[in-house]
């Protein structure tokens, strides 16, 4: 274990350069058993070598909207770069199966790799729509079958977490700064791990998450609780009262009785306008000592006892104090109460200091607000008006509370060459048969109008060229599109035997750009938060005529009595 | 890696033959980096040491209930006898930390561990209720800020998830098999892991996660998927057809034929009453090749085409073709539909068969339903009458969608031998100051009355002698109680250096049989699901008055204006 945390990064390293998943619980074992049974099954009929072909996708975007954000592939590709099986694992599979199954298949299993396989996925970040294939897998069935819980354990939540996020980034707007606070809610610790991954990928700018800034690269933020006030009782009990100033010229013997100058002249002011008398002792101390060790970082929790009372003026007179020593506190924290009105009071406060101290860009010190926020919040806060300038949220958007799952499914297509159709009574739960391809098609003004599912050897939509796009279940929905741009869905990601290139993942900072400037794209109806318009998903008049038919050939006609 | 997933079990033991945490990231970086930045600032002012005492506790019931079950602890006794940085952390913490942090401080860190630290907690799976401490974490103050994310990551989603489970339980009825499906619907890869492990604790009979078993040793289930199903074609296909008898004293050489007569006599009886023509051959042949991969497991998913004119005919014929050969087949699985109306025609149908053909117990054949359940749709079926043996329950169960967060918080309520309390504007967020202890005093029917909290050193309640239990913030609520029974509530899961007995962690099997049999113990009005009655919860009249005396204390004085 502590191999495994002094160097993660390196630790997995085993298949084509590919680092193992981050979690190391990820493995051939994290699936469902029917897995097993099914690939034994398989192998006893001979066909665990039969070529399938999986596709991977959601029937309906999460939290109300029209679109969805794709994550968690790169931990797929890390699974399947090194799916193999230990000792170990084979021995608790065959004492989970029944003893009558057969030695040579745990021999199989030995063997398994994902070298016969192939995989072409949507690229990560990429703004996503219903039953279109997010990954397609192709190779030995058995082995294919084993993937299905991890892939969708994987992609489910990444993708609804990452969807909250940007969910959360459109209603705060891009000027606000958006922090990850959720690990102690989380489900779990790597729901917390992933969901600080997700949640920057979907456009937040830093996570409270230490280990996942650690593992990701993710900026941290974090400053103090309201323990950390409530442990110290008065200033008395601060013994190192010395302060450098910011440039290393003189240092100040008593910060403490400097920031009590402070405070007293605040209490005097007109601007004060009497709002306080004493303040609390032990906010004042914890407020000083912070200021101490982090001069340069000064940034306090005000809502302890009482925030216009008692946090706004202990903060101002340490920062007025700091300021005095060539420092800049950084802002206040608001962690209950009504978020507007006292982000509001506060800022008035900060102005009226400015104004009456000369002290330059005093009113702009920042606002941080947190507290059980979530979209219907941040909503109201905006039509309120507030002058909060960062948002830290945790409970609802890692929980996703508002819809805490996503229904990922994985459906067979293909085996051996020949179509599949899972057929069900509800329309919506009816899969698109046949190894596919898939497109965007872009309009004049560079919006994207549709997705079109295609048979793989289809000709491909080509620019300028009409075409015409099919609902795939519905017979009188359908358009014919003139596209300036197509753009193929889906890559190889994993090439496998196959020869193809193998898409490169990239870096998460990246997939956050590009999440970011394909969310910035969308014709802004789809996106927003009351009645969004869905984005059109088709299919090809040839891939619609052939899902018809085989519907037709495997549905049961029945029979009234 | 593969070290890790060899040996799990001994890898991580580390402390006082205490192994690490099952996820091998819970490691001291899953915290909030404002624990470090406070560690920083108490550490700076000399304070790092104070002997500090939180409580972690929560303020609601989940799931509009009114109770809830304990669970986390010994995840969080492993983190804790573990806890100890290794130089790649502490170098992280020191890029994470603003370059003015003094070096001296890192060297504080390299010496921390918890064995300075106390902690005392209820024990795992016992039914617990809001305000009453679940754990009492005591030591120096930075050390235990630190603790304060992971232990409430750890806990939160463990008794969140286990009380959903016991909600299921206690609406499905202790007769029926109950297994957990949720691992590809999860937060995640340990949303999945810990969802199994803790719907075990909470009351489930088995899991369908792999890893989990191996992990906890919690029994396993699982048949096979639609899309084993959709991947056969036709019984022609089948290339192997012999089945020994069971008893191994001859083979039938040809088992697709056998079935193949069950399916014509199945079709051509008045049974049948022509509800089936041709059934599906593919649904035909995946049956089949299950059965002689499993001849003693026979479970088949029977709603790919249609359950009642080509599953149900299907399965039927296969259980009977294997009955000639002296196997039982155990049973089918719905996946959609009218669950309440297929499962008893289902029924109906087997019951036919056993009469029919004398096939003793052929109508007990076991029925395993799933889709999207939750706790209402159960209680819908049990309205409308099922034939459901066993339920397979995902989505809901495991992301807790009904409500996916709990509210577990970390107060300070005492620092160096001082009360501390934290005041809100809101009264249900006030904590409860004082390092307490806590009991369960029990009535003349055995059920228990009230939980009670009491300051450290107040004479414990005793059995016969009455006691006044108030509620903690509203005067008017307390109730004199003459306890049958008197159960201190926390015990000591970790002594650190005090010298008192470590209570041992207990096998998961335990703590499941703890939980279920408190479940049974409570007064049935506050288990039910509509309007249950709330659970009592109180303090001594001394720490009554103390909290009081303390608020008042604390509270700044409004000037009206």
Not at 66 to 94: M, P, Q, S, W
Not at 173 to 200: H, M, T, V
Not at 531 to 558: M, R
């Amino acid at each position: 274990m502590a191999a495994l945390r002094n160097g993660p990064k390196t630790e997995g390293k085993r298949a084509g350069g590919i680092d193992g998943p981050t979690n190391p619980m990820v493995t051939p074992l994290l699936t469902d058993l029917y897995q097993y049974t099914m690939a034994y099954a398989y192998w006893k009929a001979g066909k665990h070598n039969e070529r399938a072909v999986f596709d991977l996708y959601f029937r309906k975007n999460p939290f109300g909207g029209e679109y969805t954000v794709f994550a968690g592939l790169e931990e797929c590709i890390k699974l399947v770069a090194n799916f193999r099986f230990t000792e170990d694992e084979i021995a608790f599979i065959r004492k989970s199966l029944p003893p009558s199954c057969e030695v040579g298949f745990y021999d199989y299993l030995r063997g398994i790799d994902c070298s016969d396989m192939e995989i072409h996925a949507i690229s990560e970040g990429f703004v996503v729509f219903p039953k279109i294939p997010l990954m397609r897998v192709e190779g030995p069935v058995a082995v294919v079958q084993l993937l299905e819980t991890p892939l969708a354990n994987l992609i489910n939540y990444a993708s609804l977490v990452a969807t909250n996020a940007a969910r959360h980034r459109f209603v705060a707007g891009k000027d606000k700064l958006l922090l990850e606070f959720g690990l102690r809610r989380a489900q779990g610790p790597d729901g917390g791990i992933g969901a600080s991954k997700y949640c920057y990928m979907g456009g937040f700018d830093a996570t409270s998450n230490v280990a996942a800034g650690k593992l990701f690269g993710i900026p941290l933020r974090g400053t103090h609780s309201h323990a950390f006030v409530s442990s110290f009782m008065s200033p008395d009990e601060i013994i190192e009262k010395s302060l450098k100033s910011r440039d290393g010229s003189n240092v100040c013997e008593d910060f403490v009785s400097l920031v009590q100058t402070w405070l007293s002249k605040l209490k005097w002011s007109h601007i004060s306008g009497g709002i306080f008398g004493e303040t609390n002792q032990s906010e004042l101390a914890a407020f000083i000592s912070y200021a101490l060790a982090f001069p340069e970082n000064f940034l306090a929790l005000v809502d302890t006892y009482d925030v216009m009372r008692s946090g706004i003026p202990n903060f101002c007179a340490v920062a007025l104090a700091l300021n005095d020593l060539g420092y800049k506190a950084v802002g206040i924290r608001l962690d209950s109460g009504d978020l507007a009105y006292l982000s509001s009071e506060s800022r008035k406060f900060f102005r009226a200091i400015e104004k009456e101290f000369k002290m330059r860009d005093f009113g702009k010190t920042g606002i941080t607000a947190s507290n059980d926020l979530n979209e219907e919040t941040l909503d109201a806060l905006n039509k309120q008006g507030h002058e909060v300038d960062a948002f830290g949220i945790g409970t609802h958007l890692v929980t996703c509370y508002a819809q805490p799952a996503l229904g990922v499914v994985f459906k067979l297509v293909e085996i051996n060459n020949q179509p599949r159709i899972k057929l069900s009574e509800d329309v919506s739960k009816v899969s698109i048969p046949c190894k596919k391809r898939s497109f965007r098609l872009y309009g004049k003004e560079g919006y994207p109008l549709v997705d079109i599912m295609t048979g793989e050897n289809e000709p491909p939509p080509k620019v300028g060229e009409r075409i015409l796009c099919r609902h795939p279940f519905n017979e009188s929905k359908r358009a014919y599109v003139v596209p300036q741009r197509v753009e193929e869905l889906m890559k190889c990601f994993w090439p496998g035997k196959s020869g193809k290139n193998r898409e490169e993942l990239q870096p998460i900072k990246l997939i956050r750009e590009r999440c970011i400037d394909q969310l910035g794209q969308m014709r802004p109806d789809h996106m927003r938060r009351l009645n969004p318009t869905p984005y059109k998903v088709s299919v090809s008049a040839k891939l619609y005529d052939f899902i018809h038919f085989l519907w037709l050939n495997e549905a049961p006609v029945g029979e009234l009595q």
